[in-house]
């Protein structure tokens, strides 16, 4: 049958070059396009005559061989570890699920992101708060996303950095205002099927693909254009239920620090954070705010650390005494400010923004603790492990 | 779910799997593959299954009912039906908002303030590919061109035929309805050669549209601020024939290759579209089904070419605003399809005017080359948010920007501009041969080497994108 594909062919196709299956003319093959105003025949589609077999073959040992080669790449040379699950909005929203009840949340930037153990908020609490905050997106978003949650009345805690909590864009996170819309269920499947590979494979890191590699390999150089460079690359490391730490390769290769401590450049750079914009997120805040206690939930707000390298420049635009002072003092909450833990400190921040794996555990230990002194809904376990110091940090 | 997700990857072995069980009658067969069909459209929103049941219900009755009709008013009545039910519900899905938002505009420059509440209503996806593929079977059996199908589920197995069903090919129901009739099941050599088609399409897909041109062309068109430089616009516009390409070829491709690998053929939609040679050629070699639907059911039944020059122009001109409409529910898309509206018609009259007039080489290619940058003008339209950021790029494109910056960093550049080139390049090599010609006529090792390398790609960059342009349409 030589118009279209054929199951008339023999059934033992012969080895090596095959004959022609199918009508292959000299010329072009007709299209719709060649026939006008008629009904179109049912389509002509050719096998060339090569040895598919072989061909495939030899295909199937490439993709062997490059899976190989990727993940020893991957492991030895760029330093991923299997387990590292992509941060994606599935998972994300996976997590806004369980939040429907659940005792506690977090949300807010990287900073509370990569800065709270949740194993370590566990073992002191009980409760292992749901992780909601999103790199490179502003708390009082995600503050205004649960507040809308009619199903949450737990204690939420709002972890900020203060330029990125009053800046007047949603960030990265802006997708979650249409989380339910993006929940398609073959999303979903992909995103298991993501994670059950991730879990056992280094290179499959979002990160390292082929075209980001390439376009990476450019370090800025024509002139006056934000090149690859100045984007932020691979930063954290992401476990189960979202729990993420710095990658340890920020804290231990000193090149790839200072790539990411060029790349905070613009926490140096000035934004007209004027009163007016200030006074606004105060204001979107209280509302916020009070509509968490209005149906029984409560609010607390976290100031995680920054080097003095970017803490200069944050203060200068939004003043503690404007921002973080009058944002407690206008929604009546409670607050932990980095600058309230004396033991907190000298905790290392490799790339100045994030705390190091082990540094975070310790200062979950810190303000986990006075959390617990601040609000009721928070409790410290009778058996709740003894309390880190920063020698935590060094030792293995 | 989308060809480039693991989610497919596992469907379509299972599918594959299950389709060659010798266990299952040629009648299971088809229901099996039915069922897939609707599980594949229902992985992006269950509830839309049923407009594609209401689409498909219609449709058969309406055209059981122009059969069995003794007169002629009759039959019409049936095919205006299922016109209004398949018209309606696309313009209600597709163009229900932008008719809201024009009325509003409308109501306001005549000082009527008028506020309704917010149109939120989702697009089922591929809903214009299906309607226009369920359409073409009324249409055809009132035209007399085809008999309805002999059994329902033959019917509903070609509205919903995963391979074509949410961006194409178009297929009429004379080209797959057939192919129902009797067992399909792929040769191992067909099976093979459809897996090679797979890995074609979603290297064009993953690797050279997401991976490498789409952040060439976001950089640009989705800038906050700022006009960027000459380079840059053209840079990017170019970034987008290659990105508009390979995506849609690429799914199509993939389609193909899917489809034979289940023992079925579906029709070519592109024919190495950048070597056209004026813009009637253009479209004989760009989504070839989209085209020629376009032609049989709208711009012959409008006139054609028939009732003399201006009734063709108006003919010519109107089915490729609609045409552009139907892209997207934006005037943007509208002035894209005006665009190519204009050309064939200019192109239209040129030939009339010069008919004696044959190109020589030089002038073949020139006028090839002067295709494809036309083309890219209206590409601008096509990506651009609004008017305003077209403006801004048709302004930069002219080197006639204030100020303008530099936004896309020199390697990007680099690759896309490497991309195009080979892309454009093959085309014009491609452009009187057939892929399977092509490949036959190449070393076996080169066609096994240049698989390996696409299908490590495909590895390397996780196999995974973003959805496909065409799916918003």
Redesign the interface.
């Known amino acids: 049958m030589p118009s279209s594909t054929s199951s008339s062919d023999p059934v033992a196709a012969p080895q090596g070059i095959v004959h022609r299956e199918g009508a292959l003319p000299a010329g072009l093959r007709l299209t719709a396009s060649d026939r006008p105003g008629q009904a179109q025949p049912v389509p002509t589609r050719d096998v060339p005559a090569q040895p598919w077999g072989p061909i495939l073959a030899g295909v199937l040992v490439a993709l062997a061989v490059g899976a190989v080669g990727l993940e020893l790449n991957a492991r030895e040379r760029i330093g991923l570890h299997p387990g590292d699950l992509d941060n994606s909005e599935i998972s994300w929203s996976n997590e806004k699920l369980h939040a429907v009840g659940a005792p506690a949340a977090i949300v807010g930037d990287s900073r509370i992101l990569f800065d709270t153990d949740l194993d370590r908020f566990e073992a002191l609490t009980g409760v292992r708060p749901i992780q909601l905050s999103i790199h490179g997106t502003s708390a009082l978003t995600l503050l205004e996303n649960m507040a809308d949650d009619k199903e949450f009345n737990g204690v939420l805690i709002v972890g900020l950095a203060d330029t990125m909590f009053f800046q007047p864009f949603d960030g990265y996170g802006g997708y979650v205002k249409k989380w339910h819309e993006f929940r398609a269920p073959y999303r979903i499947v992909s995103n298991e099927i993501d994670h059950v590979l991730q879990r056992r494979l280094a290179f499959m890191d979002s990160n390292y693909r082929l075209s980001v590699i390439a376009h990476r390999l450019d370090p800025n150089f024509r002139s006056g254009v934000e090149g690859p460079k100045d984007d932020i690359w691979k930063l954290q490391e992401v476990g189960e239920h979202r729990a993420t730490h710095l990658w340890d390769r920020v804290e231990n290769d000193p090149a790839w620090r200072a790539r990411t401590r060029w790349a905070w450049k613009g926490f140096k750079e000035d934004f007209p954070f004027t009163p007016g914009l200030i006074a606004n997120g105060q204001a979107r805040a209280k509302v916020a705010v009070e509509k968490i206690r209005a149906r029984g939930g409560e609010v607390v707000f976290v100031r995680p650390p920054s080097a003095p390298e970017l803490r200069v420049n944050e203060e200068a635009q939004v003043p503690k005494a404007k921002g973080w002072d009058v944002l407690l003092a206008n929604t009546h909450s409670v607050g932990v400010h980095i600058d309230d833990l004396p033991a907190a400190q000298s905790l290392t921040l490799p790339e100045w923004s994030h705390l190091g794996r082990r540094c975070a555990t310790v200062y979950t230990d810190i303000y986990v603790r006075r959390l617990t002194e601040l609000t009721p809904r928070l409790k410290l376990r009778a058996d709740a492990p003894s309390p880190l110091s920063k020698a935590y940090c060094a030792s293995a | 779910?989308?060809f480039n997700?693991?989610?497919?990857l596992?469907f379509f072995a299972i599918v594959l799997a299950i389709h060659n069980t010798p266990i299952f009658s040629w009648h299971q067969k088809k229901i099996n593959l039915l069922l897939a069909s609707y599980l594949f459209y229902?992985?992006?929103?269950?509830p839309f299954v049923i407009l594609l049941w209401v689409s498909t219900v219609v449709d058969w009755w309406a055209a059981q009912w122009m059969v069995r009709a003794k007169h002629e008013r009759t039959r019409k009545v049936w095919m205006i039906t299922s016109v209004v039910v398949n018209i309606g519900m696309l313009g209600c899905f597709k163009y229900g908002g932008f008719l809201l938002n024009n009325f509003i505009a409308l109501a306001s420059s005549v000082g009527i303030a008028y506020q309704p509440p917010e149109w939120n209503i989702?697009l089922p996806v591929g809903i214009s590919f299906y309607t226009f593929a369920t359409l073409s079977y009324t249409l055809?059996v009132y035209l007399r061109?085809?008999k309805p199908a002999q059994h329902f589920l033959d019917y509903a197995l070609f509205v919903t035929f995963f391979p074509h069903l949410v961006a194409g090919p178009i297929m009429?129901p004379?080209?797959?309805v057939?192919?129902f009739a009797?067992?399909?099941?792929?040769?191992?050599?067909?099976l093979?050669?459809g897996?090679?088609l797979m890995?074609l399409g979603l290297f064009q897909k993953v690797?050279l549209a997401?991976?490498?041109l789409s952040?060439v062309v976001e950089k640009v068109y989705d800038a906050r601020e700022g006009a960027p430089m000459a380079l840059d616009a053209w840079a990017a516009t170019l970034a987008f024939s290659g990105q508009i390409f390979c995506d849609f070829a690429g799914y199509s491709t993939t389609a193909?290759g899917v489809a034979?690998c289940l023992?079925?053929?579906?029709?070519?939609n592109f024919?190495f579209p950048y070597a056209a040679v004026g813009f009637s050629d253009f479209?004989?070699?760009w989504h070839?089904?989209l085209?020629?639907?376009l032609?049989?059911y709208l711009y012959?039944p409008l006139g054609g070419n028939r009732r003399g020059p201006m009734r063709t122009y108006t003919a010519l001109m109107g089915t490729m605003l609609l045409g552009g409409l139907w892209h997207g529910a934006a005037w943007t898309f509208v002035v894209w399809g005006g665009l190519h509206g204009t050309y064939l018609a200019v192109e239209r009259w040129l030939r009339a005017r010069f008919a004696g007039w044959t190109p020589g080489p030089l002038a073949f290619v020139g006028l090839g080359f002067l295709t494809y940058v036309l083309v890219n003008i209206t590409w601008v339209f096509f990506r651009a948010k609004d008017f305003a950021s077209a403006s801004t790029m048709l302004t930069s494109m002219a080197g006639l920007a204030e100020n303008p910056?530099?936004?896309?960093?020199?390697?990007?550049?680099i690759?896309a501009m490497l991309i195009i080139s080979a892309i454009v390049g093959t085309h014009w090599w491609m452009r009187?041969?057939?892929l399977?010609?092509a490949?036959?006529r190449t070393p076996?090792w080169l066609?096994?080497g240049l698989?390996?390398?696409m299908?490590?790609?495909v590895?390397?960059?996780?196999g995974?994108g973003s959805a496909f342009i065409y799916f918003q349409f």
């Open positions: 779910m989308i997700s693991l989610t497919f596992v229902a992985a992006w929103n269950p989702i055809d061109r085809a009429r004379t080209e797959l057939p192919q009797s067992t399909r099941r792929a040769t191992p050599h067909q093979y050669f897996l090679s890995i690797v997401d991976g490498f952040p193909i034979m023992g079925f053929a579906m029709p070519d024919r479209w004989r070699r070839i089904t085209s020629s639907w032609r049989d012959i910056i530099p936004m896309i960093a020199l390697l990007p550049m690759y009187d041969k057939t399977e010609i490949v036959e076996s066609v096994g698989l390996a390398i299908a490590v790609a590895l390397a960059e996780q995974k």
